[in-house]
Structure formats: C-alpha cells, structure tokens
C-alpha cells in the first residue's frame, strides 16, 4: 500500500534562518510527488510537483524539494524563512499514474519567530 | 488564475438534518473531489467525479452522497448530517498532476 508520512508535525524557526520540512513516501510505484501550503482560513495552493523530470523541483516563494528515491524523500527547503511563510504544508503523492487519488501527508505546521 | 468556489465559509446545522455543500469551478476541469479536513489525519477523499453524472467512492463515503449534474458543479450532500461529521471540507478540480483547492467549508454540526 501506498503512503505518505511527514515526520514533524510541528516545525518552529526564527525569521531568516534555513526551513527544512520532511516527508517519506512508501510505494512499489515511480510516484508524483507535490507539497502543498494552506494559510489560516484558506484553501490549499501547490508550491511545486515532482513527476520524473529533474529531482531538483523549484517552486514558488523560495521553496524547492528534491526527490531522492534511494531515501523514497522529498523534503521541502527554504534557506531564508519569512514571517509569510508561517503556514500548514502538506506533502502529497500521487501513485500508480492514478493521479486522481491523491495520498495527503498529515500535515506539518511551521511557525517563524521574529 | 483556476477558481473553486464553495458556497459557504461556514455552516452550522442540526443533528439529521439534510446538507448541501456547492463547489463550483471555471476552468472546464473533467476532474472533481471532495475532500475533509481533520486534525492529525490530513486530507481524505470522499468522493471524486471524472465526468457530468460520473462518480467514484473515495476513501471515505460512508454517510455522504454526491451530485454532478453540470461540468462546472459537484455538490456533496450529507443526508442525515451527524456530530461526527463536523469537519472542514475542500472542494479541488484538476488538471493532470495537480489539483487546485477551493477556500473550504468549514461545518458543525450540533
């Protein structure tokens, strides 16, 4: 069976300072492999997707991940955190080429102190 | 820029009481979910729609329904809403690889 774990629920660093969300996926499957971020009060916006290209993935606001199927890893990194950033991520895999069925990570929640 | 709409922020509704929550999308999307949101447990799928008048069960159907009639529209229904049925719930439509999220309803049921 297919799954997603993020290994911190909660994460906390100071303003400036590198950010390093982790997440592991377990599957038989080549996956696609996304995080997602949610602000308080709204829906979830894509920050960047894996699906067999390059395993180093850029994204929006600063974000990248990189795919590392030897460690079944993609690991979300930002090197400067920004207030903004104060957010709920979630990683998410999609398997078998269904990528209608979407596997959601439980979720991590990052806040940055000034 | 893709937008899911979902009818309402926040609903509050009585135990056995019928629930319909909208979602509607303007991008022509074949693809629609529903999802609920809990703490600790992530997102997990409901129901899905590929088509007008198509349906899948998601992970967890138990106590909901749904309804496709139009592209653009994918409603859930709870039937006979219960306690344990107060959640957030998000609406998402997607293209391949990725699936754009509604703001969500955020549910109680007392």
């Known amino acids: 069976a297919q799954s997603v774990t993020q290994l911190d629920s909660h994460v906390s660093v100071s303003e400036g300072t590198p950010v390093l969300l982790r997440c592991n996926y377990s599957s038989s499957y080549s996956p696609s492999l996304f995080w997602y971020v949610q602000h308080p009060n709204k829906g979830l916006q894509l920050l960047l997707k894996?699906?067999?290209?390059?395993?180093l993935v850029k994204g929006i606001n600063g974000f990248e991940a990189e795919f590392k199927k030897s460690e079944t890893s993609f690991h979300l990194t930002k090197p400067s955190a920004h207030m903004s950033d104060a957010a709920e991520y979630f990683c998410?895999?999609?398997?078998?080429?269904?990528?209608?069925?979407?596997?959601f990570g439980a979720g991590t929640r990052l806040a940055v102190h000034p | 820029d893709v937008k899911v709409t979902q009818s309402s922020r926040y609903l509050v509704k009585r135990t056995g009481e019928k629930v319909f929550l909208e979602c509607v999308q303007d991008m022509d999307h074949e693809n629609m979910f529903w999802y609920r949101q809990d703490p600790g447990l992530g997102l997990r799928l409901i129901y899905f729609?590929?088509?007008?008048?198509?349906?899948e069960k998601g992970d967890i159907p138990e106590g909901y329904s749904v309804s496709r009639e139009k592209k653009e529209r994918f409603s859930l229904i709870l039937e006979s809403a219960s306690t344990n049925q107060t959640s957030m719930y998000l609406c998402a439509s997607s293209l391949p690889y990725e699936q754009y999220f509604g703001p969500g309803t955020r549910l109680t049921v007392t």
């Open positions: 729609s590929y088509d007008v008048k198509m349906k």
């Open positions: 998410v895999g999609a398997f078998s080429g269904g990528y209608n069925k979407l596997i």
């Open positions: 894996y699906t067999s290209a390059a395993t």
